[in-house]
């Protein structure tokens, strides 16, 4: 893909992302795609994912930086949203959570093989257990 393609790309992902559709969200992944230091494969991402939108049913990202080279994605995100449901054990606390995740993707014929970032939610549970 062009440079504009994948920002154009990159921004659908986005969307599926913040209408919390798992299944558009699956078309954007390598069945196996691979994750830095969390488990691999599609299923894993979208089970990752659910569980995150059941306890922030109002989460959110919005796109801050993007930068395309060859078939990589750099992105710097914020995203946030409000805690109502247990989530990695921490029973609901109503609050409101604001993280920047910072991710580094390929993407190869329109689906994410590769993945490392700050996806992995320390962050957010520091916010949680404060």
Not at 102 to 123: K, Q, W
Request: aromatic share 12%.
């Amino acid at each position: 893909m062009e440079p504009w393609q994948m920002r154009e790309w990159f921004a659908d992902f986005l969307d599926a992302y913040n209408r919390h559709d798992l299944a558009a969200i699956r078309s954007f992944l390598d069945p196996s795609v691979r994750r830095a230091h969390l488990p691999s494969g599609a299923d894993a991402w979208v089970e990752d994912l659910a569980d995150l939108f059941r306890a922030f049913p109002d989460w959110r990202w919005r796109r801050i930086q993007l930068v395309v080279e060859d078939d990589r994605l750099a992105a710097h995100l914020r995203a946030g949203g409000t805690h109502v449901a247990e989530f990695r054990g921490v029973t609901p606390t109503r609050r409101h959570v604001n993280v920047a995740e910072f991710g580094m993707y390929r993407v190869v014929s329109g689906r994410i093989t590769e993945f490392t970032g700050t996806a992995d939610h320390i962050e957010l549970l520091s916010q949680l257990q404060s």
